[in-house]
């Protein structure tokens, strides 16, 4: 997996788990709500200033846009 697949991935995961809209999650890192989507659907990849902006918002540390997410599945089992 690409690194821009994955950083988009847990971008929108992580939003996801704070329960906030991609309206939402841009109002609050002060950031245009369309490049929120933008990153979600890699067509820009982030600065590392923009990750650690998004970062803040959603009270996480910058690293865990760049983990792998074990599969969901092994979980279920």
Same mark, same amino acid.
């Given at each position: 997996?690409?690194?821009? +697949? @994955?950083?988009?991935? =847990? @971008?929108?995961? /992580?939003?996801?788990?704070? %329960?906030?809209? #991609?309206?939402?999650? &841009? !109002?609050?890192?002060?950031? =245009?709500? =369309?490049?929120? %989507?933008?990153?979600?659907?890699? #067509?820009? &990849?982030?600065?590392?200033?923009? @990750?650690?902006? @998004?970062?803040?918002? /959603? +009270? ?8 792998? &997410?074990?599969? #969901? !599945? &092994?979980?279920? !089992?």
């Amino acid at each position: 997996m690409r690194l821009r +697949e @994955l950083v988009a991935r =847990n @971008l929108r995961r /992580l939003r996801h788990a704070k %329960g906030l809209s #991609q309206e939402e999650l &841009a !109002d609050r890192a002060e950031i =245009n709500r =369309n490049y929120v %989507g933008m990153l979600e659907r890699e #067509q820009h &990849a982030a600065t590392i200033d923009m @990750l650690e902006k @998004l970062a803040i918002v /959603l +009270e996480i540390d910058p690293v865990a846009f760049f983990e792998r &997410a074990e599969r #969901q !599945d &092994a979980d279920e !089992d």
